[in-house]
């Protein structure tokens, strides 16, 4: 069975350019989570889907952060314009759905972003 | 609102040594509890979980936890520890009666295994 599949694994940009993470979850999982992860901090949950609805968006900084889940398979997650602070690693995560909360999540090897 | 606490910023242990990783949770029903491990550069990588009946969970490379309602606890053991275990450990809680199936981590615990 295939992982999570996140690229890139490195980014670099500048301060108030864009950038975009792409994840591809785990064949069937219906939820799909984002995490940030700053350094010498536990992942933070940005965005949660279920299929291609949004469940939990709620520590989403919606002003430059957004994400979406086209077709419930495959997520972007994008950033418009970064901040220094968002420096961190992007990771993404899936899990079978709401109906097996039993099951562990599967997270992917992550994005780590840098701005300068 | 679910939360999780993992008091201990750094661990630090002797090879051969038992260890010993804390945790403590707070949802609204009954939990369902998971440690992961990660190591640097690396994804989460999922050790063990907490789902219902033995209090006693037994998980990847030895470790362990033991789920305790009272205390509202779920801390991660291993008998004896070696220097391969050094990595970072997450806690995470979901709410086995929520709407969603939401999840959680704590902020991490850095492990360091001395030979």
């Known amino acids: 069975e295939a992982g999570v599949a996140q690229s890139p694994r490195y980014k670099i940009i500048e301060k108030r350019q864009s950038v975009a993470f792409w994840c591809n979850p785990i064949s069937g999982h219906a939820t799909l989570y984002w995490y940030q992860q700053i350094l010498g901090q536990g992942p933070k949950l940005l965005i949660q889907?279920?299929?291609?609805?949004?469940?939990?968006d709620s520590q989403l900084p919606k002003d430059r952060f957004s994400a979406e889940r086209l077709k419930g398979v495959d997520s972007t997650l994008k950033i418009q314009p970064a901040k220094l602070e968002d420096s961190a690693v992007y990771l993404c995560?899936?899990?079978?759905?709401?109906?097996?909360?039993?099951?562990?999540?599967?997270f992917g090897q992550g994005t780590r972003l840098t701005v300068v | 609102a679910q939360s999780v606490a993992q008091p201990e910023d750094q661990v630090n242990v002797a090879e051969g040594n038992p260890l010993t990783v804390k945790c403590t949770y707070s949802v609204s029903g009954n939990p369902y509890l998971f440690w992961y491990v990660q190591y640097p550069n690396r994804g989460l990588q999922f050790l063990l979980k907490y789902i219902t009946g033995d209090n006693l969970v037994k998980g990847s490379y030895g470790f362990e936890a033991e789920f305790n309602k009272s205390q509202t606890s779920f801390h991660l053991k291993k008998p004896s520890a070696l220097v391969s275990d050094s990595a970072l450990y997450f806690c995470?809680?979901?709410?086995?009666?929520?709407?969603?199936?939401?999840?959680?981590f704590g902020t991490g615990t850095l492990l360091a295994v001395q030979p």
């Open positions: 889907f279920q299929n291609n609805g949004v469940v939990d």
């Open positions: 995470a809680v979901r709410d086995s009666g929520g709407a969603t199936n939401k999840l959680i």
């Open positions: 995560a899936s899990s079978p759905g709401a109906d097996r909360k039993n099951t562990e999540a599967f």
